[in-house]
């Protein structure tokens, strides 16, 4: 049988074979092993894909470069480069596979636009913990004190709160990059507005013709439209209050145009699970997604008779189905979901959970990283959840988002709150390296790890 890599149009006659213990890609030839050539990764900036993360501040300013392999962190102050705006407020970052250039996004301020921010790297040192960056592109989202346009809501009860940290900032958020595989097109979303932003990253320009999309229904409060492999297909999310659907996108890869297929809904109009931060695709037609959202506000519609409380969907693409595949627990030691489920991934057999205590009238008085058995995708079976003080370090709380690595050895799990990143090995399930406050860590946000499709 003759394998063909339809990606390059190889033909692969011989087969190959990976030696686990020297990492090395063997090609049979003539029944006799020829190590194929092997490259060194001194810095980040050979052309081939790195062990490189990065991430912003969010009280500082600051900005964060990781080194996974190496366990090695680098802080630059951007206010220090030519070029950059100024002293604004940092979002989000997306990081090219090669780890030669990524992207920053800031939020709208009175003086400022909300921004994205192209930055080049040219030198790294781990050693000694330098790193040279320039600012490449600043390229301007909106206008100075544009508002947002969150729809208004209140709190009903006492089990779902309406926190600060997601509508009190007035002004333009821009979230969730992503990119669309096969293209040169990057998606960010501004949360804050109903606009989806599309940027070519060869230009470093809004594409023109295209940009901003706004579809009524369909892009308003969305964090991130997520592709799978292939980039044939896009899912929204509906990252507010009483947002029940996820959102289905055909994108164009030669001219950035996102093209309505239809919508997910997680559960029917009686009873729906809402809020959802992230999407993790399993391969090319499904995908995971959970729910943040605890109790009804004054955004439920009449019709609903109970929100269904933080849980796990898997989404059918084809069959545009939800099923929920795991419930929520009232206990930390329960087997579910006990904090809002703000991110998931899943590697090595397994499904990691980023819990937070986001949502509730005591903010932040905990978070979790919740692991489950995922060989059966339906019914995924509980092992353990890890905890501040224990698996956790002391004082944390808030796991919002994790940043597996290509290879699926490690996850980044970065807690904005609390100021941690933490690596956890995939293997053992413990967390192996901790960078945190004492590193200079305050408020982390916005981790992406290169060679990854979104953050």
């Known amino acids: 049988m003759i394998l063909r890599s339809w990606a390059r149009g190889v033909t692969l006659a011989a087969i190959c074979t990976f030696s686990l213990s020297s990492g090395v890609i063997l090609a049979k030839k003539d029944n006799h092993p020829t190590p194929l050539p092997t490259y060194q990764y001194p810095t980040a900036y050979n052309h081939y894909l790195q062990p490189l993360a990065t991430a912003i501040d969010y009280h500082s300013g600051m900005i964060y470069l990781f080194n996974y392999e190496n366990d090695k962190l680098i802080i630059v102050d951007p206010t220090s480069l030519s070029g950059w705006p100024g002293d604004i407020p940092l979002q989000h970052t997306l990081l090219l596979p090669e780890g030669n250039k990524f992207f920053i996004t800031s939020d709208n301020t009175p003086e400022h636009s909300a921004y994205v921010i192209v930055l080049n790297i040219n030198n790294i040192d781990w050693d000694a913990g330098t790193a040279s960056l320039s600012v490449e592109t600043v390229i301007a989202a909106d206008n100075p004190g544009t508002p947002t346009e969150f729809p208004y809501v209140e709190s009903v009860n006492n089990a779902q709160a309406i926190p600060n940290w997601l509508i009190g900032r007035g002004a333009t958020q821009i979230h969730g990059p992503t990119l669309l595989p096969y293209s040169d097109f990057l998606y960010l979303t501004e949360l804050t507005s109903d606009r989806v932003r599309v ?112 849980s796990v969907w898997l989404l059918d693409t084809v069959e545009g189905t939800a099923t929920k595949i795991i419930d929520d627990t009232n206990h930390p030691n329960g087997k579910g979901v006990f904090r809002s489920a703000s991110d998931v991934a899943v590697v090595n057999g397994k499904l990691y959970i980023a819990e937070e205590d986001s949502l509730d009238h005591t903010f932040a008085n905990d978070g979790y990283i919740s692991i489950f ?27 919002h988002s994790i940043a597996p690595t290509p290879d699926h050895r490690f996850l980044l799990v970065i807690s904005w709150f609390s100021g941690y990143v933490l690596k956890l090995d995939t293997e053992t399930d413990t967390i192996v390296k901790v960078w945190g406050p004492r590193d200079g860590l305050i408020k982390p946000h916005g981790i992406f790890t290169a060679g990854n499709r979104r953050d």
């Not at 594409?207 to 799978?228: K, L, M, R």
């Not at 058995?373 to 709380?397: H, M, Q, S, V």
Request: charged share 20%.
């Open 199 to 310: 940027i070519n990253h060869k230009t470093n320009e809004f594409v023109s013709g295209i940009d901003p999309i706004a579809i009524p229904g369909y892009t308003e409060q969305t964090h991130g439209i997520n592709f799978n492999q292939s980039g044939t297909i896009g899912l929204g999310t509906g990252y507010y209050f009483d947002n029940s659907v996820i959102d289905v996108y055909k994108p164009n890869r030669q001219t950035g145009e996102l093209q309505t297929i239809g919508q997910i809904k997680l559960g029917d109009e009686k009873r729906h699970a809402a809020f959802t931060h992230h999407i993790y695709w399993l391969d090319e037609r499904y995908a995971l997604t959970a729910s943040l959202q605890l109790d009804k506000t004054s955004l439920t519609p009449a019709t609903t008779k109970k929100i269904i409380p933080p």
């Open 373 to 399: 058995d995922f060989t059966d995708r339906y019914k995924p079976r509980f092992i353990k959840r890890l905890k501040a003080g224990r698996e956790l370090p002391n004082g944390f709380t808030t796991a």
